[in-house]
């Protein structure tokens, strides 16, 4: 199953995912909400005895969404399909490490998430000025150590080559 959170705070020059960039987190709720229905129309055309092995977040930035939204969508989707219980899934969510901290890694860990996926790019100050997206390595290693601590056994981090002002050279 995929679930695209359509939502960033800010917006990145480079970026070609399908977006809503807004600092109003209510204007995620009328997505939820149709969200919702569509969950229930959707199991509707399902065998509730099939095991959901792979579920995936993405965005957009599914950690725009605040820590009270976040679990509702899991909670309406374990309601409607058969999500396992035992974290044998890949139950796996894009996060952007400069609007998440350790309290939001734990919930999304509660939440029954295993595999997490973090937005860097680049770790260039120039390119990441270039591209309006600043993130310093160390808020991103933090999420990183963050996610290993509460237990996810899979992470890994998005890098981009071909922004603005990289080279071979600076990429490496
Ligand atoms: C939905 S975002 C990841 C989560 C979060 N929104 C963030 O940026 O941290 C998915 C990834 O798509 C990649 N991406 C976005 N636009 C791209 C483009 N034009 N070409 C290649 N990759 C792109 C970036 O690496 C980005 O981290
Ligand atoms: S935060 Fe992620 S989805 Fe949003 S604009 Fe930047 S790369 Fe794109």
New binding site residues.
């Given amino acids: 199953m995929y679930f695209h959170i359509p939502f960033?705070d800010?917006?990145?020059y480079?970026?070609a995912?399908n977006?809503i960039?807004t600092r109003n987190r209510a204007h995620a709720e009328p997505y939820l909400e149709n969200l919702f229905k569509e969950v229930v129309l959707q199991a509707a055309l399902f065998d509730n005895k099939r095991i959901v092995n792979q579920l995936h977040w993405g965005?957009?930035?599914p950690t725009f969404l605040d820590c009270g939204q976040m679990s509702r969508p899991m909670a309406v989707t374990r309601q409607h399909f058969n999500l396992k219980d035992d974290d044998s899934g890949e139950y796996s969510i894009e996060i952007?490490p400069r609007a998440t901290d350790d309290q939001t890694i734990r919930q999304l860990r509660e939440l029954g998430f295993n595999r997490i996926s973090l937005?860097v790019?680049d770790f260039d100050p120039a390119v990441q000025q270039a591209v309006n997206?600043i993130q310093s390595e160390a808020q991103t290693f933090a999420v990183l150590e963050a996610a290993r601590k509460h237990g996810f056994r899979s992470t890994s981090i998005d890098l981009i080559y071909g922004l603005s002002l990289q080279t071979v050279a600076s990429f490496g």
């Fill in positions: 960033c800010t917006v990145c480079y970026c995912c977006k960039i965005g957009g930035t952007d937005g790019q997206r």
